[in-house]
């Protein structure tokens, strides 16, 4: 494996350009030197939030301040994404968190003051004329009536956001800095540097006792820790609990929820549909040991291609180290936010392709989707909107990432893999979500929610591979394609959904008062995926322990909404094969909606209905037809290798 080089060895040719952010750190710093200014022209509103006029003023302003913070966090937040380890870009998130963390604090008056106002003179201002730019703002605002604190308890909890991140700044400091891993050893007896960029690489190898090793030191890692990842997620759990008994939310999940007013019945919808849907899994599970000609099927073993003998293969999208990061508040609050294999090239040329070659095949897999997009798609290519290969201290995983004022940016470790070529298609999908919506939204609509935040995205992954699966010509290319395709559900549409019943676990223990030790959340997690993988796993101990690897725990009830996402974007990206006459114009539209609308109606004008468990059902109703694909190439193959 090559010896990464440091980033000032870099190409800068393939590294972001954030310019259109700012053109250095030092326009950063003074940007920053003037925050403080636009908070006090926003506090002077203090006690007159109580007309239309006033409060239209107000929200002007505070538009305008959320820009320049998720400015101000984003371009910190991406220049310590270029290496984690350098001193001044950790000290610039230090200041972005803090001065949003002020910000925050200074302006919170305003929600309680608005809401405190008589009803009937409440309903005649969001009424009016003068207000509808921000009609929706208001809605939304309106929603939170029974859950807003006084303005006194409002800025005491504001100014507490920095501290109460605390535990998950520690986990991702541990995880992305401090942790550290014994090399893996193959059989060959060479050794192999482990770490949270490379673990799903080394962990897809046709080299078994490579494999083994990689998942034994990579788990001794985490559990040399353990106490400290569950003192930390204990933490930021209890957090949630806390604060939503505060706001009066009958659970944390419920608060986490009503955020973006969707009912909790989706999540539980999502849960039941998937688990009356395990079978499928374990005959996948089953499929998987079947094909690998094991024995006995370990951990290690879930995510090496059924196509092993290519050694160079799809990495399964593993959103427990990907980061998507979109919304200002939640950037500023420090929370993060996303595969499959392409037909070669050639024969020589089987699975791995240059940036270059990804960069036309993504732009081919994307044609249905019509000229702007690709056009678009094109300048992003052209324009360095994307930090492309891997540097030492660079943050693992991938991620799109700008703001209202710029264009968007794309992290990822690119290593010519099929997980490579589909990230890059991946990231782009949600960086064209940004694109429609700040071209079609004012800004204080700027940013979609994190409820359809995976849609755009794993729209594109899917036209991806159903263009090179229209293109494959033999069963091992099928059967290649195939496996990426399966490993998309189980990464997504399972795993996630295990996860979700994690942490709705963890914070239901929390919530009757239980303690979140190693013992009890390893054994709530090791139980789920026995569930999930079901008879044909062997649980090694270590799979216990995975929970505390996955970041997104820190950002309560979010990974529910990669499963969700990606069942809608199954319906609408077959719509868009079958019909882009018809469902070209409607999608786009979605895309475009930005946070103008709640999330499950930007959905049904797009065409899909998650307030029904069907787009779930038919989504897990494909993935059987796909393994049904999978089992048949499978068996054509042995035929072909027989004669």
Not at 123 to 136: N, V
Not at 240 to 256: I, L
Not at 547 to 561: E, G, L, Q, S
Not at 565 to 580: F, G, M, Q
Request: with cysteine; hydrophobic share 35%; glycine share 6%.
């Amino acid at each position: 494996m090559a010896e990464l080089k440091d980033r000032k060895d870099m190409d800068p040719r393939f590294e972001w350009d954030l310019a259109t952010l700012y053109k250095s750190d030092e326009d950063w710093e003074k940007d920053l030197g003037t925050l403080r200014d636009d908070v006090t022209a926003q506090e002077q509103y203090r006690g007159r939030l109580n007309t239309a006029e006033n409060i239209l003023a107000y929200l002007q302003l505070d538009t305008a301040l959320g820009r320049k913070i998720s400015n101000l966090y984003t371009y910190a937040f991406l220049r310590l994404s270029e290496d984690t380890t350098q001193e001044k870009a950790q000290a610039m998130m230090q200041k972005a968190a803090g001065a949003y963390a002020e910000a925050a604090g200074r302006t919170s008056f305003a929600t309680p003051e608005i809401l405190s106002l008589p009803e009937e003179q409440l309903k005649m201002i969001t009424e009016s004329d003068t207000l509808r730019d921000y009609r929706f703002v208001l809605q939304q605002l309106l929603d939170q009536k029974p859950h807003v604190l006084s303005a006194e308890g409002e800025q005491l909890l504001a100014r507490f956001s920095e501290v109460l991140g605390a535990p998950k700044t520690i986990s991702e400091n541990l995880m992305d800095a401090d942790l550290t891993f014994a090399d893996a050893v193959d059989g060959n007896g060479v050794r192999h540097t482990l770490n949270s960029s490379n673990f799903i690489l080394l962990e897809q190898s046709p080299d078994r006792a490579l494999r083994e090793s990689a998942f034994h030191n990579y788990y001794a890692g985490y559990h040399q820790h353990i106490n400290t990842f569950a003192a930390t997620y204990s933490g930021a759990v209890k957090e949630a609990v806390t604060e939503a008994r505060v706001r009066h939310y009958d659970s944390s999940r419920g608060m986490a929820m009503a955020a973006e007013h969707v009912p909790t019945e989706v999540y539980d919808s999502l849960v039941q549909t998937v688990r009356e849907f395990l079978p499928l899994m374990h005959r996948y599970a089953e499929f998987r040991k079947k094909v690998l000609g094991l024995d006995a099927l370990h951990y290690y073993d879930v995510y090496v291609p059924l196509t092993a003998d290519d050694s160079s293969d799809a990495e399964e999208k593993d959103p427990g180290t990907e980061y998507c990061v979109n919304n200002a508040a939640e950037k500023a609050a420090g929370e993060e936010n996303s595969g499959v294999k392409s037909t070669p090239q050639n024969d020589d040329h089987f699975g791995t392709w240059t940036y270059e070659e990804a960069q036309q095949m993504a732009l081919a897999a994307l044609s249905p989707l019509g000229q702007e997009y690709t056009d678009t798609v094109k300048e992003a290519f052209e324009s360095r909107w994307i930090d492309v290969y891997p540097n030492k201290g660079k943050r693992g995983g991938a991620f799109s990432s700008g703001t209202y004022d710029s264009n968007p940016f794309i992290l990822m470790s690119y290593t010519g893999d099929y997980e490579s070529v589909s990230t890059v298609v991946h990231e782009m999908g949600h960086s064209m979500h940004s694109w429609y919506t700040h071209r079609h939204q004012p800004a204080q609509y700027g940013e979609y929610t994190l409820f359809v935040a995976e849609v755009a995205s794993t729209v594109n992954e899917n036209l991806l591979i159903e263009y090179l699966l229209k293109k494959a010509k033999d069963p091992r290319e099928k059967l290649y394609l195939l496996n990426q395709y399966l490993e998309g559900y189980k990464g997504t549409v399972f795993r996630q959904t295990m996860f979700a019943e994690f942490e709705q676990g963890a914070h239901a223990m929390a919530e009757k008062g239980e303690a979140l030790t190693p013992a009890a959340l390893s054994g709530l997690y090791g139980g789920l995926v026995k569930d999930y993988f079901g008879p044909a796993l062997v649980m090694d101990h270590e799979v216990q322990d995975e929970w505390a690897r996955i970041p997104h725990f820190y950002r309560p009830f979010y990974v529910y909404k990669y499963a969700t996402s990606y069942c809608a974007a199954v319906a609408l990206s077959e719509a868009i094969l079958r019909d882009p006459a018809h469902a070209v114009k409607p999608y786009l539209e979605f895309l475009s909606m930005g946070g103008s609308a709640y999330p499950l109606d930007e959905l049904r004008h797009a065409g899909v209905d998650l307030g029904t468990p069907a787009p779930v059902r038919a989504a897990l109703e494909k993935f059987g037809r796909i393994l049904d694909a999978a089992e048949a190439a499978w068996e054509e193959l042995k035929g072909h290798q027989s004669r």
